[in-house]
């Protein structure tokens, strides 16, 4: 169908929900945003419509996420080098459990001032894009004067989680949804 008409909008492809999902997915990174495009596109075509209809959809678009992980898994082990590795895949480590385990969410809060081997590790997971800056300057109303940086865990890493209860995943991206990233629970280094 969507060969045929050659004057598709976005909308006509894909529905709102999984827009978000595939910008999240795609952590603002311009590549990633196409190929996981493209395999979402693949993904609905392999469902064949149904009662979920022919548009990509929440679904599609983390099915594409979880098949990407590969990709970025791949591409982490070719950018680091084999002494680097063990140590960001504990620091990963640590941060997926806290945020599927222990604060049931997609965010953590970084002290902006901290400045320890963590903090280092950080920096290079969000190289590596597995996890991405959301907001570089963050209060938390119980810890005056501090600014945290938000990031958020990789899409790859939770998409199963939505069915998990009570896993929240953020909306940083809405208006007015900055009260959910100011939480003291989402501080991860102090």
């Known amino acids: 169908r969507f060969a045929q008409n050659s004057s598709l909008s976005l909308g006509d492809m894909i529905n709102e929900g999984a827009q978000d999902s595939l910008v999240l997915a795609s952590g603002g990174v311009a590549r990633d945003f196409l190929s996981i495009f493209r395999r979402s596109v693949d993904v609905a075509r392999e469902r064949g419509g149904g009662a979920r209809g022919e548009r990509i959809n929440v679904e599609d678009v983390n099915v594409a996420a979880g098949e990407y992980d590969g990709s970025k898994r791949e591409e982490f082990r070719h950018d680091t080098f084999d002494d680097d590795q063990r140590e960001l895949n504990e620091e990963y ?91 003291t629970t989402l501080i991860y280094i102090e």
């Not at 049931?104 to 903090?119: R, W």
């Not at 950080?122 to 109303?141: A, G, M, N, P, W």
């Not at 069915?163 to 939480?183: A, D, N, Q, V």
């Open 93 to 183: 480590a640590e941060i997926q459990k806290f945020c599927l385990d222990r604060v049931q969410s997609n965010c953590i809060l970084v002290n902006v001032n901290a400045s320890s081997s963590k903090v280092q590790l950080k920096d290079e997971l969000v190289d590596l894009k597995l996890l991405h800056l959301v907001d570089s300057r963050v209060t938390v109303s119980k810890r005056k004067g501090k600014i945290y940086a938000a990031y958020m865990l990789d899409l790859s890493q939770y998409t199963g989680e939505r069915t998990r209860r009570g896993f929240e995943i953020i909306p940083f991206w809405k208006p007015g949804s900055t009260e959910s990233l100011r939480r």
